[in-house]
């Protein structure tokens, strides 16, 4: 098989990376959720060889980013797991968890899902990065995220760009506090939680 390629992995790898330098400074092991095609783990382990970038997905996911993978032939990327945010999580903790455009492909229960997994899988002094669109205060941010959500909608009713404060009570509710609320091109977010008590 052919690399899957994501055109907006591909544009948004570098502003994200930015930011990711600084909030990820002194991590060491990074989850990501979702990986996808699996450029972004190739573009951010490249990009900072101190960490340990672990990829996930569903299974149907993997031989793609496997072949993403392989080819950069890292010494800081595993092989991905398979991550289904219903079923097992890995036992390891990390000190840094990534995911990017997979809370409004999510249906609800599962972004409830994937914020409750988070205790059992994260460091005491853990930070959680998501990227992607977001409602703030019930509204959207632009007619091109409102059009995209008609369009998430069309394609699964339990589709939908989710809002931050909606987001935000998940985080606290297992001990994550939002740090850094960021606007990001093409009208997408990312956002940062540090767990409480952890520090700046």
């Given at each position: 098989?052919?690399?899957?390629?994501?055109?907006a992995s591909e544009?948004?790898?570098e502003p994200i990376l930015v930011l990711l330098r600084q909030w990820f400074?002194?991590?060491?092991h990074v989850?990501?959720?979702?990986?996808?095609?699996?450029q972004h783990a190739v573009h951010f382990a490249t990009a900072m060889p101190h960490l340990i970038w672990q990829?996930?997905?569903?299974a149907e996911n993997l031989p793609g980013i496997r072949l993403w993978l392989d080819e950069a032939d890292l010494p800081n990327t595993p092989a991905p797991l398979e991550l289904d945010v219903m079923g097992a999580w890995p036992c390891w903790r990390y000190d840094a968890i990534f995911s990017a455009n997979t809370l409004h492909i999510?249906?609800?229960?599962?972004v409830e899902s994937f914020f409750a997994s988070l205790s059992g899988v994260t460091t005491d002094d853990a930070c959680v990065a998501i990227y992607g669109p977001f409602n703030i205060d019930g509204q959207f941010t632009s007619e091109s995220n409102a059009a995209f959500d008609r369009e998430l909608k069309m394609r699964a009713a339990?589709?939908?760009?989710?809002?931050t404060s909606d987001v935000d009570?998940?985080?606290?509710?297992?001990?994550?506090?939002?740090?850094?609320?960021?606007?990001?091109?093409?009208?997408?977010?990312?956002?940062?939680?540090?767990r409480r008590g952890a520090g700046s």
């Amino acid at each position: 098989m052919n690399k899957p390629y994501s055109a907006a992995s591909e544009r948004n790898g570098e502003p994200i990376l930015v930011l990711l330098r600084q909030w990820f400074a002194d991590r060491r092991h990074v989850l990501e959720i979702g990986s996808g095609t699996g450029q972004h783990a190739v573009h951010f382990a490249t990009a900072m060889p101190h960490l340990i970038w672990q990829s996930s997905d569903r299974a149907e996911n993997l031989p793609g980013i496997r072949l993403w993978l392989d080819e950069a032939d890292l010494p800081n990327t595993p092989a991905p797991l398979e991550l289904d945010v219903m079923g097992a999580w890995p036992c390891w903790r990390y000190d840094a968890i990534f995911s990017a455009n997979t809370l409004h492909i999510m249906a609800w229960h599962e972004v409830e899902s994937f914020f409750a997994s988070l205790s059992g899988v994260t460091t005491d002094d853990a930070c959680v990065a998501i990227y992607g669109p977001f409602n703030i205060d019930g509204q959207f941010t632009s007619e091109s995220n409102a059009a995209f959500d008609r369009e998430l909608k069309m394609r699964a009713a339990h589709m939908g760009i989710r809002d931050t404060s909606d987001v935000d009570v998940l985080a606290a509710s297992v001990g994550f506090d939002l740090a850094e609320d960021i606007a990001m091109p093409a009208n997408n977010r990312l956002r940062l939680w540090r767990r409480r008590g952890a520090g700046s």
